[in-house]
């Protein structure tokens, strides 16, 4: 079976930077499309960025575009979300994510990893 491992996260003040990780392990044709969810209490869950393994090809929701960056590295299977300039608004539980399809991550029909915590705070 699929799995994503998550490591990264943690706390961070206004203004700084975190890095989160993700490695895929399991078959590679069901992580076609990986990237990041996020979800604060009582909010439905939202994707922040994804990436196609294909051709690197990278897409950012408006709220973090400019300040977070997504790549990776294929030889391992595994995701990196780089975050500068972290703002309160960022605080959330991250979520890993991989798709077959583009339409599957769009609806949210992917596999998840087990979430990492970041909180922004001063």
């Known amino acids: 079976a699929e799995q994503l491992m998550e490591s990264g996260g943690g706390s961070a003040q206004p203004g700084g930077s975190l890095r989160l990780s993700c490695q895929f392990s399991?078959?590679?044709?069901?992580?076609?499309?990986m990237g990041w969810f996020r979800q604060i209490p009582d909010k439905q869950r939202e994707a922040v960025a994804r990436?196609?393994?294909?051709?690197?090809?990278?897409y950012y929701i408006d709220d973090v575009r400019g300040r977070f960056t997504l790549s990776q590295n294929n030889d391992n299977n595994t995701i990196y979300l780089q975050m500068n300039n972290l703002q309160p608004e960022d605080s959330a539980m991250y979520y890993c994510a991989a798709a077959e399809t583009l339409t599957n991550w769009v609806q949210q029909r992917v596999r998840w990893g087990q979430g990492t915590r970041v909180t922004v705070s001063s």
């Open positions: 990436i196609f393994a294909k051709d690197g090809y990278t």
């Open positions: 399991g078959d590679t044709s069901a992580r076609k499309y």
